[in-house]
């Protein structure tokens, strides 16, 4: 082996599904001792599937593999094979009892009973990637970022199969070394071969040869089904334009260094369980390649196992829409319903129906009134000057209002989310959602969002039409120490993303001049910065009371004969009074002793924390680049209030004095 393969080799990880337990100090390990990108490792450590977490000379490589080992990563430190070969298309198959014979453009290739397989099974169209993709965001809008469901093997091998499919078949030797390979295209083979189980449909007849080679052919298989989905070097699919014949060539070889590559996996796999002692805590960081996941492994599958899994994969269609339909794995629960209606203290009351028919009710009185009293009361209110002064006093409890938050803000010292006390609290960090909480419009993943709908009025302009938001559903806020909720109901949230489109539209399309309605949407999207400025306290105990929780005990007790006969000390099939007090007296003593080891029990900060609003503080809850922009904020709206309460003030002192003389 010459010198520049000696300097390149891989490490490979299997990906988990979810972070591992203290993947911050793996990754803190990996970056100061091997100077590995710290956002690099942490996407090829989570996901599914394969990821070359780096490469490089075997000695610095093998110095990680203890790392990983210590976490109980598996992983895999190999050599990369060069590609000797590309496995030949096939025209014909023929099946006999002993051996399925391939024929290809230039020799025969045969597969007998008992022989090493590698199978890659894969779709070169680009639709099982897109469908990932797509399955992986659904389930992060839905479920939330700790409960993320990657897309199911069934679903999997189905849209390989409804794609654009190929097949490709390694025969290995004892060593698990490729000696033969041969690639099957739907359609572009013979299939009268296969006697009875051939069909009219090409894609079935691929389907069967790889059942034959699972069920009936191979003692060891490894089938791979995750080829465009990995993060492998010369592993990639281009989905750009599939049907272009340089594309599909490039995809090919692709492929083909793909199935090299997982042969070398499977060889390693090999070695590492010759060479070590059984372990149990070692056997468990070797994850086995089953016929139905696709994960990584050599181990080899048993007849009455491959038996069990070609059945699996016989199944029809339908059965993968069966496995959507059942009941989905704990994930992030739906939001509560808020309440209906409109707050006094939202723009929508004053400025939309509301305050519409407001001020429609005081034009018709000012109509019904013939002898013009009311109007005579409000030419005298501006004449004296009493209606400037109530403004000129309206504005400046506002400018005070501002300013008292503006000070409240400089005088608040940030805490940390671990170290809050009751009380007001000023933290920073991350939002993330407490439910399964996705804006209405463009679908996204939010920890809040406000949807304000317009209608074009009669002077062309826009009229608030409604306004609905997420006011009622709470949700936490992170950062390096912890985890708090925040409540932000009574609470005009500053949100930073904002789009805007017609009805029917989603995202930033444009809007027609011509529309007579268009939305705003205004959302804080998951894993924003916040700044909260609230009234920390405890939450209070939700759930049913200790007399509730007796009585319900009481009640399945009365209902259950086989308990009841435990109190009925004296045998005569009855519970008399004293019997009954004393089952009384054990049900609520055995509450009691349960609600003092629940209050003993130490919770999480966010299931016993809130910040939200109380009576004469201020909740803020903005999405600012830093304090001092939001202090300035609040400055701006104060001193045009004091400015404009000031004329009115001598606009009043004016009025009253030309009264007065």
């Known amino acids: 082996m010459n010198i520049a393969m000696e300097n390149n080799h891989y490490l490979i990880v299997e990906q988990s599904p979810q972070p591992i337990e203290d993947l911050k100090t793996l990754l803190k390990l990996l970056t100061t001792n091997f100077n590995l990108d710290t956002y690099q490792c942490r996407q090829r450590l989570v996901g599914k599937g394969l990821s070359l977490l780096t490469q490089g000379p075997q000695e610095t490589l093998r110095k990680i593999t203890l790392s990983l080992a210590e976490f109980r990563v598996s992983h895999w430190l190999i050599c990369p094979t060069k590609p000797a070969f590309v496995p030949q298309r096939i025209k014909a198959v023929t099946l006999s009892a002993d051996a399925l014979f391939f024929t290809c453009q230039k020799n025969s290739v045969t597969f007998c009973k008992g022989a090493k397989v590698l199978a890659v099974f894969a779709d070169l169209s680009g639709d099982l990637a897109m469908k990932s993709v797509k399955h992986l965001l659904t389930s992060h809008a839905y479920r939330g970022r700790d409960h993320v469901e990657h897309i199911n093997d069934d679903k999997m091998f189905q849209t390989i199969l409804q794609g654009s499919p190929v097949l490709d078949l390694y025969l290995l030797d004892d060593n698990n070394s490729i000696i033969d390979g041969v690639r099957v295209f739907p359609g572009k ?3 009268k071969g296969l006697g009875e189980k051939a069909t009219l449909s090409s894609r079935q007849n691929l389907k069967t040869i790889l059942d034959l080679i699972t069920s009936e052919y191979a003692a060891e298989l490894t089938l791979r089904t995750d080829f465009g989905l990995v993060n492998l070097p010369g592993c990639n699919l281009n989905r750009d334009n599939p049907e272009d014949p340089e594309t599909l060539r490039q995809n090919l070889l692709s492929l083909t260094r793909y ?16 060479s070590t002692e059984p372990d149990p805590e070692l056997t468990a960081m070797i994850t086995p390649l089953s016929i139905a996941t696709g994960l990584a492994s050599a181990t080899p599958l048993s007849q009455d196992v491959q038996k069990i899994l070609a059945k699996e994969l016989a199944d029809q269609p339908d059965h993968s829409r069966q496995s959507e339909q059942a009941p989905a794995a704990p994930g992030l629960p739906a939001p509560p319903q808020g309440e209906s209606g409109q707050r006094w203290n939202t723009p929508t009351f004053w400025f939309g129906s509301t305050g519409g028919l407001t001020l429609g009710l005081i034009i018709a009185a000012l109509e019904i009134d013939t002898s ?14 009493a209606v400037s002064i109530c403004a000129a006093a309206l504005m400046f409890w506002y400018a005070f209002y501002f300013l008292r938050i503006k000070r409240q803000i400089e005088n608040t010292p940030t805490s940390r989310v671990r170290s809050i006390a009751m009380g007001m609290v000023e933290v920073k960090g991350r939002a993330l959602r407490k439910y399964a909480l996705v804006s209405p419009i463009t679908h996204i993943a939010c920890a809040y969002y406000r949807l304000t709908r317009y209608r074009r009025g009669k002077n062309n302009t826009w009229e608030i039409a409604s306004v609905s938001s997420s006011h009622h559903v709470p949700f936490y806020l992170e950062d390096d120490t912890g985890r708090v909720e925040v409540d932000p109901s009574a609470c005009r949230v500053s949100a930073g993303s904002r789009q ?15 529309s007579q309605e268009k939305w705003v949407e205004e959302i804080i999207v998951e894993g924003t910065l916040l700044y909260v400025l609230g009234y920390a306290e405890v939450k209070k105990a939700s759930g049913p009371t200790l007399v509730e929780r007796k009585q319900l005990a009481l009640r399945e007790l009365k209902q259950n004969p086989h308990l009841l006969k435990k109190y009925d000390t004296n045998g005569d099939g009855h519970i008399s009074a004293d019997e009954w007090d004393a089952a009384r007296a054990e049900v609520e003593n055995q509450l009691i002793k349960k609600s003092l080891a629940d209050s003993q029990t130490r919770k999480k900060q ?7 609003k109380r009576k004469g503080r201020p909740l803020i809850i903005s999405e600012t680049p830093s304090e001092e922009h939001l202090t300035a904020r609040y400055l701006a709206y104060s001193l045009p209030l004091f400015i404009l309460a000031g004329v009115a003030t001598g606009f009043s002192v004016y009025l009253m004095i030309r009264n007065l003389f």
Do not use: C, Y
């Open 189 to 191: 083979f013979d299939p």
């Open 500 to 514: 805007e489109g017609m009805p029917g539209q989603v995202g930033l399309f444009h809007v027609d001049a011509d």
């Open 372 to 385: 013009h009293t009311l109007r005579k009361l409000l030419a005298r209110a501006f004449a004296s000057g």
């Open 259 to 274: 199935g090299w590559l997982m042969a070398d996996i499977v060889r390693a796999d090999s070695l590492n369980k010759k």
């Open 606 to 612: 966010e299931e016993h924390i809130v910040i939200g």
